[in-house]
């Protein structure tokens, strides 16, 4: 595995996903696994399934890119599963900064607590990935995204395969990890039909306490394909049941705050004695107390029919209708008398004995129940007019999403488990139904100025129509801040020309140079109750206020850049393949949760601030490149800085907090990665280094978390078969992660003001190895 390799010879465009799946076996058998795109105007590269499958198989789509110029990825996870401890930068925008599509579905912007997508890993077996796409400065206008300031991340599932055979993997591993994929491919029948069924199951012990990780899935997809066009369904299943880390909290000067905060089941009896007669934690513990459990629970149903009709030969009409239905639950097994408990609790039970009111066990269970029904259309007209590639299409969704609070006792006789949906509550603090429709519009078009020049202009309009309500209203006193009544209402935002310029220059045969400037635009997020939203402000009053002044976030982001590649004579090294870009971004109207509640204690809830505080400046530059020696040897390496500073201070609502001139935070200025690649006859092996620099964890840049440097190791070897033996393709993998057991922070929750902090830990060195075949 040459991983990853940067090449134009290997280019995949913009629109990957039409490519088929003999393309991409043929692709396979070259030595560059990521390509950039030469057709298009910004920074656009890709990772093909079965590379990122040699990471570690079933890892995270998303996480694969972490090796990439401009990508910090982290998670307490070595698959990057685990959504709740999740941090992702991609040049200085957080995840939620992003847009994210698979097989061109609308992803949402992957919040934790999601109102509006589920994340890649649930929408398609990671064994079914066919290659990722990841856009770092600004994504194509046709993008059916709602947040995608900073960028794209597109998935596209394979399509089946044109003959008929099973698949199997078994992986094993450490914590218990057993993870088995089979799929079942019917190669082509009747007049250009195929499709396959396939199913997942995986289940792992966490690391650092006694909790099963996993689920199961299950995806089919079915395509025909003919003269006429192309048809095809995709339907997937997910039900995901995944106990959660505890953060650490970290204050200045602190000295004993602990690496990891384990929960204490299954010990229930442990649990027991940890706590006071009236459920207090020990005061030793402070914030960093133990929980019983947490987990997230999520069943997801995602189903796409889509049609690419061929008009003309110069003339594709595709059309896509699609389904999302989630159901899901946040859970949190806690002690009574912590992070303000007490007082809530007693809003709803006066002069009570809250230990009896909850099952006297001195833990209460906490519920955030989320509903989420999505379906929309896309369409894209695409026609070659003489020297003009002509686009127009649009992306309508209609969403109704609620999010509910709920309290409910555990039972000192009959204790619950991270695997148990909780029922009958006895304190329901809010219930919240939002409805949204978003309509976006893109015109574009490509001019071949001349043989060796292309130029993209268009833009894109971006309409969002939200209204909120709280069927439930939490009682006077039910959440911090002093609020009696959370807002309703309607919020409309309509950004109708949001442009994009871009020139594509062939130097060469060899060198291609690029140049992109696009403005992009968040939509305000629609939930209630909770995160950066209008419909979790204090009032009424505040929420009329944000409505009638407040402003989406929006970036213009200015990119250009070198490609090329150079065959060699010298000695060893026989060719170089490389890419450098540089970028600049003005990021206006950051919008910021204010919040009263500090990050330790927000287990109650608060009612936030949200305002626009101002403006970011980003300038950072990628240089990424592959040398080879041979066709058995090659050395890749990534070096980026992004340096992301805060132009503006801003007010708490009682002092002025001095962000100007500051950092981002949890975003590193520094970041290098490598892959050292070696064959062997069948053997591969793959050495990777991931180095990310100093990330500040506070607004004020007061704290900050150390850098670090990781390996990982995979080997790859292939079975030798006899032939005529039924087993094709027959491998075994060995994977090690965190090679060099280095600790520190993976993923960085910044401060809710100076002095504080919260770290997710980096997890410890796993070893997995897995055996697969075809018959």
Not at 23 to 44: N, W
Not at 508 to 518: G, L
């Amino acid at each position: 595995m040459a991983y990853p390799a940067l090449s134009q010879a290997q280019t995949v465009a913009a629109n990957a996903g039409s490519t088929t799946q003999d393309q991409t076996a043929k692709a396979d058998d070259a030595v560059a696994t990521v390509e950039i795109s030469s057709q298009s105007t910004r920074s656009s590269v890709s990772l093909r399934g079965n590379e990122i499958q040699k990471i570690l198989p079933g890892i995270n789509p998303v996480k694969s890119l972490q090796t990439l110029p401009g990508v910090t990825f982290a998670t307490a996870d070595p698959w990057g599963n685990n959504e709740q401890n999740l941090s992702l930068f991609v040049h200085g925008f957080n995840g939620q900064q992003l847009g994210y599509t698979m097989d061109g579905v609308p992803l949402g912007d992957q919040q934790y607590g999601n109102y509006n997508g589920l994340s890649p890993q649930r929408a398609v077996i990671s064994e079914n990935v066919r290659n990722v796409i990841l856009s770092s400065g600004a994504g194509n206008l046709a993008t059916p995204s709602t947040s995608n300031l900073g960028g794209t991340i597109e998935v596209f599932s394979s399509d089946p395969s044109a003959t008929r055979k099973t698949s199997i993997e078994q992986t094993f591993g450490s914590y218990r990890t057993s993870r088995t994929f089979a799929r079942f491919d019917t190669g082509n029948f009747g007049e250009g039909n195929s499709a396959y069924v396939s199913v997942l199951r995986q289940n792992a012990r966490a690391w650092d306490f006694d909790g099963k990780q996993g689920g199961k899935q299950l995806n089919g997809k079915f395509v025909r394909n003919n003269d006429s066009g192309k048809l095809t369904l995709f339907f997937n299943y997910s039900d995901k049941i995944e106990p959660n880390e505890d953060s650490t909290v970290h204050v200045t000067g602190e000295t004993s705050a602990p690496y990891t905060r384990p929960f204490w089941y299954p010990d229930f009896a442990g649990a027991l004695s940890y706590l006071s007669p009236t459920g207090a934690t020990p005061a030793a513990d402070g914030a960093n107390y133990r929980n019983y459990y947490s987990d997230a629970q999520r069943k997801d149903v995602l189903t796409y029919a889509k049609y690419d009709w061929n008009l003309n030969p110069s003339t594709v009409w595709s059309n896509q209708v699609y389904f999302h239905r989630d159901d899901g639950v946040g859970v949190v097994a806690g002690p009574i008398g912590a992070a303000g408990l007490p007082a809530l609790f007693r809003v709803y039970f006066p002069n009570q004995n809250l230990k009896t009111v909850f099952g006297n066990s001195g833990y209460a269970t906490r519920t955030t129940e989320y509903d989420i029904h999505r379906s929309g259309l896309i369409s894209n007209l695409r026609s070659e007019i003489g020297n003009h590639q002509i686009e127009f299409g649009g992306w309508w969704e209609h969403n109704e999403s609620s999010a509910y609070r709920r309290w409910y006792p555990l039972d000192v006789n009959n204790p619950s488990s991270p695997y148990d949906r909780p029922s009958n509550p006895l304190i329901t603090q809010y219930g919240s139904e939002i409805r949204n429709n978003v309509v976006q519009l893109h015109l574009q078009d490509e001019w071949r100025v001349r043989p060796d020049m292309s130029v993209q202009m268009g833009f894109k309009s971006s309409l969002q129509y939200a209204k909120g309500d709280f069927p439930v209203q939490p009682l006077p006193g039910a959440i911090s801040g002093g609020s009696t009544a959370l807002p309703v209402g309607e919020i409309d935002t309509k950004k109708w020309f949001l442009p994009q310029l871009g020139l594509l220059w062939d130097i060469s045969s060899r060198d291609q140079f690029f140049v992109n400037v696009q403005k992009n635009m968040r939509q305000f997020v629609t939930y209630g109750g909770g995160g950066a939203s209008p419909w979790s402000l204090s009032s009424q009053s505040s929420f009329d206020l944000f409505k009638n002044t407040a402003q989406p976030e929006t970036s213009v982001t200015y990119e250009m850049g070198l490609r090329g590649k150079r065959n060699l004579e010298l000695g060893a090294l026989n060719r170089i393949d490389g890419q450098v870009n540089v970028y600049h971004v003005d990021f206006s109207n950051r919008l910021l949760q204010i919040s009263p509640t500090p990050v330790i204690t927000a287990i109650v809830g608060g009612n936030p601030v949200l305002a626009n505080v101002g403006s970011v400046t980003t300038d950072g530059i990628d240089l990424a490149g592959t040398v080879y020696f041979g066709k058995n040897f090659s050395f890749y390496n990534a070096l980026s800085y992004n340096r992301s500073v805060y132009n503006d201070d801003y007010s708490n609502g009682k002092n002025n907090v001095a962000t100007s001139g500051k950092r981002v935070p949890g975003s590193p200025e520094w970041m290098n990665k490598f892959v050292a690649t070696a064959t062997f006859g069948n053997i591969e092996a793959q050495l990777i280094g991931d180095y990310v620099g100093k990330r500040y964890a506070t607004y004020t840049n007061d704290l900050s978390v150390d850098s670090y440097f990781m390996l990982n190791l995979g080997v790859t070897a292939k079975i030798p078969m006899e032939k005529n033996v039924f087993l094709r393709n027959a491998r075994v993998r060995l994977n090690v992660s965190n090679l060099n057991q280095v600790t520190g922070a993976s993923a960085v929750v910044v401060g809710a003001a100076s002095g504080t902090y919260n770290t997710f830990p980096i997890a410890p060195r796993q070893v997995f190895v897995t055996f697969g075949a075809e018959f």
